[in-house]
């Protein structure tokens, strides 16, 4: 479902009540809140949806884990990380216990933080080398180019059918070298949520061209809403 909304402040409240009521609805099921983030602008329209006191005291973090779409090959300090980026906006002003905070491991190369990545998904979700994760929500955003996590247009990685996470070196957009979830396994989520803001960006998402990255999310059997305004401010 595409919502377009008037301003960010107003995308920012339906975004908030939208992510407690994922929250809430995995932990009533199975006892946790399995989430992969993205960077960018999407990155700081959710941690500030939940980062108001009153809101976030209303969100059992104790039982969320946290996850990335994807990450940049960077030191976890770089002001390039998402897993920094998220640490500054979110995760220093909630209560996740740092066991549940699950980064891509950058001091790898890439396709062994790729490897390594996909052994502590499995891990963590506990299930077989051969089952396809199931995140209970994976937050994008996505690039004026159409690209989503680091899913870029006509990159081989979209036909990438077997893994769960995966590495690439050619990325169009600065740094070169990142890891990703893969196609299948965005599109295996309970939920997805796609937020954007700005009239570029609304203009993407209403577009009909299905080559573009963001335009390939379209959940197997899960949920997926888009959080939009065309407003910058
Ligand atoms: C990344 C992101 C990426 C991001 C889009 C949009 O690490 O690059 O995860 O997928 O969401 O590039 O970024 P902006 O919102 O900053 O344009």
């Not at 059992?60 to 390039?80: G, I, P, T």
């Not at 077989?128 to 209970?136: H, R, Y």
């Not at 979209?158 to 690439?168: F, G, P, V």
Request: proline share 6%.
């Amino acid at each position: 479902m595409i919502e377009k909304y008037p301003d960010k402040a107003l995308l920012k409240d339906e975004l908030y009540k939208y992510l407690l009521q994922a929250s809430d609805e995995a932990i009533d099921s199975h006892g946790r809140f399995l989430v992969a983030l993205s960077g960018g602008s999407a990155l700081k329209l959710l941690s500030e949806s939940l980062t108001g006191k009153r809101r976030k005291e209303n969100i059992n973090w104790q039982a969320w884990h946290l996850f990335w779409a994807d990450e940049r090959c960077v030191n976890l300090e770089s002001s390039q990380s998402n897993y920094a980026a998220t640490k500054k906006m979110l995760l220093d002003a909630v209560n996740i216990p740092s066991s549940q905070i699950h980064p891509v491991n950058t001091t790898l190369s890439p396709e062994k933080a790729a490897e390594d990545y996909e052994k502590k998904i499995l891990a963590i979700l506990d299930i077989s080398q051969n089952a396809l994760p199931q995140f209970d929500l994976i937050v994008l955003g996505f690039g004026e180019d159409g690209h989503t996590a680091s899913l870029f247009p006509h990159h081989k990685l979209l036909r990438e059918q077997k893994r769960i996470a995966a590495s690439l070196e050619d990325s169009p957009k600065p740094p070169p070298a990142r890891i990703t979830l893969t196609l299948p396994v965005i599109n295996n989520a309970r939920n997805i949520a796609i937020v954007a803001a700005g009239g570029y960006k609304y203009k993407i998402a209403v577009s009909s061209d299905t080559s573009l990255p963001i335009k390939m999310i379209n959940p197997v059997c899960g949920n997926i809403k888009w959080f939009l305004t065309d407003k910058s401010s």
